[in-house]
Every structure is written in structure tokens, then in C-alpha cells.
């Protein structure tokens, strides 16, 4: 079964900088997209930033420049590199999984990791 598994959150001051990483595990393909999520107390889930197999990136508007999303698919990891962490940054991470073969998709998510960003 795949899994996705998400690290590397914490408590950081503002202006400070975390990388996180997300490792897929029980998949011999390479995902189409992986991205990332985040969700603040009584807020919608949004997405951070995406990437895709030609590696071509998204960003939300509010971590352009400041965010980085790579990935390496011989590992089925994803990471992003978050610099310049602004308190409305925090929230929990979630790193998402799109998996494409022939006609059947399939989505998969992680249990999430706590970034806290401080003033």
C-alpha cells in the first residue's frame, strides 16, 4: 500500500527557514504530481505549491519567492524549502500524491506535520 510520510516540521522564528520532505513509500511509479497542502485552524486546506514530472512548479501566490518544491523521483520524495516563514505561515503541512497508469487515478495524502511559525 502507498504511503506518504511527512517530516521536518517544527517551531521556527519568523524569517527563519524549515525544509520539509515527504517520502512515498509501496509505489514502483513515479507519481505524476506531488504537492503541498496546508491548513490553519478553521481554514480550508490550500495548496502550497505542486510540481509535476517535467518538473514544472506552481506556487500560491503568498509563498512565491520565499518557497521552493523539488523532488526526486528515484526516491518517490518531495520537499519543500520554506525561507523567510511568516507567522501566517503556520499550519499543518500535507503532502498529496497523484498517481496516473493508463486510465486509472489515484490520489494519496499524508497524515500531515506542524510547521509554527512565531513572531
Known amino acids: 500500500q502507498v504511503q506518504l510520510v511527512e517530516s521536518g516540521g517544527g517551531l521556527v522564528q519568523a524569517g527563519g527557514s524549515l525544509r520539509l520532505s515527504c517520502a512515498a513509500s509501496?509505489?514502483?511509479?513515479?507519481?505524476?504530481?506531488m504537492d503541498w497542502y496546508r491548513q490553519a485552524p478553521g481554514k480550508q486546506r490550500e495548496l502550497v505549491a505542486g510540481?509535476?514530472?517535467?518538473?514544472?512548479?506552481d506556487y500560491a501566490d503568498s509563498v512565491k519567492g520565499r518557497f521552493t518544491i523539488s523532488r526526486d523521483n528515484a526516491k518517490n520524495t518531495v520537499y519543500l524549502q520554506m525561507n523567510s516563514l511568516k507567522p501566517e505561515d503556520s499550519g499543518v503541512y500535507y503532502c498529496?500524491?497523484?498517481?496516473?497508469?493508463?486510465?486509472?487515478?489515484?490520489?494519496?495524502w499524508g497524515q500531515g506535520t506542524q510547521v509554527t511559525v512565531s513572531s
Open positions: 510540481i509535476n514530472s517535467g518538473d514544472e512548479t
Open positions: 498529496h500524491a497523484a498517481l496516473r497508469v493508463f486510465s486509472t487515478k489515484r490520489d494519496y
Open positions: 509501496g509505489s514502483a511509479f513515479t507519481f505524476n504530481t
